[in-house]
């Protein structure tokens, strides 16, 4: 019976005597429309932006508006990781794990109100340029850009990849290598024929799809279990019938479950590290990541960003509803199953014998919903993994090519950029593909755990640069680059340990040594963010500052100040970019032959000539993309509905705290 859920095998045994889920005409068909629906929103896309252009292909050309850019940024930010991880840890530990989501209603408007500005101000498409800017030299961009590209080879595409093919494997019985294959497949053909206008767009659909499928879901689960008050008490008896000899508290729901602040020494989730730690973490993720701040940067303006960010946070309020409680349900219906302790009982439920919680979601799916409905949660997943894959395929071609090839090949035209960048996003799935042998054994059951603790280890130097670098500008480039280096060598020394050694489980803990591994992952980013300042503050004391006519509108302090600004280093591609598209003759143009022109307008690399522009329509147009004027009217609007989301994010954190 357990092989007709959703396991973690990957052996071809293991699906022998598997029953498909989605087997009939009703599930399949809301499949097959939810795709075609899907590609046509990203052709019309494709069809309607100009993709020819960096700032068309990466930026949308900054003609967005705010509500499908909050769709987007929720939208990214929520994979099928998180339906599988934050759904498996709920089964396991209760509501806690629904703080990560919340935290966001603050750092939102962190990302609106202070850090975009600056980011549109010093007029950059990518985070590391923003650093090049701010401190001058090659070295601290191209750090940034490669440790961007790790991480989300670590944490998001392998990761995602896992947890959404998984439910493919099971649902329909395919090899989970070919499920992953015909994902990419069809996620790659709009984000790399579209860019980042398809994506927003394909994004918002999807956003839809998710929360309306998780309602359904959602209604289904409690129903089942006679609703909230009887949930709760269920919940706390939900106790595992094969205990072995484990100990008590490894299959007994936390006293704490229903909380989410806990005990700082004793917690799993301690409430000093949910306030602090998780801000830090959170704050590198919402307000330096290129995936979440490309999409604040593609909008018309900044009242449009505010909005944005404000309707992103109303969104974030679900996961709690739409994840974490179903997935607790999922453990009072399924106890032995999601709440296995025994190893040999795990293995025969999920083949895992650390734990079968992150199948809590996924059990659901299949026993709850009827045919149709069934189908439409798979298209819910898929939705969500296509959403953070889109998103991340978008922003790491955006980094390689404007962040490294640049500095390989500075004399590249526009098109050699568009198709360098198109290229790296297959070299990139490869490379994930790769990892997800890692991600399955690793942080044993618990996925959504492996991605916070590798985010912990490798984020907060990252976080301190951009926090002290905006509001600080005395800090200058020695000091930036040795607290990113320090700090990163501290985060691998843990990250690397934790891989030698094991996780471990409750019934099998770690022998990673105490001083190394004992310090629970929130607390040691906190650390790490505080030696990083430190060290980035004490070096830049101690050497010389940047001049005032290198900082203008890069720091908070100067961010309003009209003096023109002397970059520490000029872009050599922009530099030579004009001249090279000089080179494109016309005559040649002419003589490709029909299959190249259509090829080069599908993929948006046909060369379009334009009005030669003047120095001051140049001007104008620089000026027009780094405004962050706002009508007054609706800056007051914006400005009361951050106050208004401030006080949810209070209350929420109250009732259940």
């Keep these: 019976m357990a092989n007709d859920y959703f396991g973690f095998s990957f052996r071809s045994t293991a699906r022998s005597n598997t029953t498909v889920a989605l087997n009939n005409p009703a599930d399949i068909a809301v499949i097959v429309v939810y795709f075609v629906v899907v590609l046509a929103v990203g052709v019309l896309a494709m069809v309607r932006t100009n ?44 509501i806690a794990i629904g703080g990560f ?9 962190l990302l609106g109100w202070l850090f975009v500005p600056i980011y549109i101000k010093s007029g950059v498409v990518t985070m590391p340029e923003y650093l090049k800017k701010r401190f001058g030299g090659q070295r601290i961009r191209i750090y940034l850009s490669v440790l961007s590209l790790l991480l989300y080879v670590f944490t998001k595409i392998s990761a995602d990849m896992f947890s959404g093919a998984i439910f493919i494997n099971q649902a329909l019985g395919w090899n989970i290598y070919i499920a992953v294959v015909a994902l990419l497949a069809i996620t790659a053909l709009y984000t790399i024929t579209g860019g980042l206008a398809a994506v927003i767009y394909t994004d918002t659909l999807q956003t839809i799809i998710m929360i309306a499928g998780s309602f359904i879901l959602m209604g289904f689960a409690f129903q089942k279990v006679g609703g909230y008050e009887r949930f709760h008490e269920l919940y706390m008896q939900a106790i595992p019938s094969i205990t072995a000899n484990s100990s008590a508290n490894c299959y007994t729901p936390r006293p704490d479950s229903f909380h989410l602040f806990r005990d700082p020494i004793t917690g799993d989730l301690p409430w000093p590290g949910m306030v602090f730690g998780l801000t830090i973490i959170a704050a590198w993720y919402w307000c330096t990541d290129q995936v979440i701040v490309q999409r604040c940067l593609s909008a018309k303006n900044l009242s449009h960003v505010k909005a944005g960010c404000i309707l992103c946070g109303y969104l974030k309020l679900l996961p709690m509803f739409l ?33 079968c919680s992150n199948i809590a979601y996924p059990k659901l799916v299949v026993d709850l919903m009827p045919d149709g409905l069934r189908g439409l949660m798979l298209s819910v997943m898929l939705a969500s993994l296509m959403s953070s894959l889109t998103s991340i395929f978008n922003s790491s071609s955006t980094l390689f090519t404007m962040d490294i090839y640049t500095k390989i090949r500075r004399s590249a035209t526009e098109k050699e950029l568009m198709i360098a960048g198109r290229l790296f996003m297959l070299v990139l799935i490869g490379i994930s593909i790769a990892w997800i042998p890692i991600v399955k054994s690793s942080q044993s059951g618990q996925l959504f755990d492996y991605i916070q603790s590798i985010t912990s280890y490798l984020s907060p130097p990252v976080a301190a640069v951009f926090t002290l670098g905006i509001f600080c500008k005395r800090v200058n480039e020695p000091g930036a680059f040795y607290g990113l280096t320090i700090g990163l060598c501290i985060g691998l020394t843990r990250m690397i340990a934790e891989f030698v050694y094991g996780t ?19 607390y040691f980013a906190i650390i790490l963010f505080v030696i990083s300042c430190i060290i980035i503050l004490a070096v830049s004391l101690l050497t010389k500052p940047i001049d005032e006519i290198h900082l203008y509108r890069l720091c908070w302090s100067l961010r309003n100040s009209k003096e023109e600004r002397v970059d520490l280093d000029f872009d ?8 090279n598209d000089m080179e494109e003759e016309e005559p040649e143009e002419q003589r490709k032959s029909f299959f190249k022109k259509a090829l080069d307008c599908f993929c948006g ?38 106050l208004i989301l401030l006080c949810v994010a209070v209350f929420c954190h109250g009732f259940f705290g």
């Design 51 to 94: 993709r020819s252009t960096v700032g068309g292909f990466f930026l949308a050309g900054r003609s967005m508006v705010w509500w499908p850019i909050g769709a987007s940024l929720f939208a990214s930010n929520i994979g099928s990781g998180h339906f599988v991880g934050v759904a498996g840890t709920g089964a396991a530990s209760g």
């Design 101 to 109: 989501e919340w935290n966001a209603l603050v750092i939102v408007i």
């Design 323 to 355: 994840m974490v409680f179903p997935g607790m349900i999922s453990r009072i219906l399924y106890t032995d199953e999601v709440a296995c302790v025994d190893p040999v009982e795990c293995e025969k439920y999920c083949d895992a014998s650390v734990g």
């Design 504 to 522: 471990g489980s409750c019934v099998d803990p770690s022998n990673c040594p105490t001083i190394i591994c004992g310090v629970h992952y929130l």
């Design 572 to 579: 050599e591609w922009n530099e030579n970019q004009e001249s």
């Design 605 to 642: 690399l046909e060369k379009k000539k334009g009005p030669k522009l003047s120095a001051e329509e140049q001007a104008a147009i620089q000026n027009k993309l780094t405004d962050t004027s706002e009508v007054p009217f609706w800056r007051n609007i914006v400005n009361a509905n951050a």
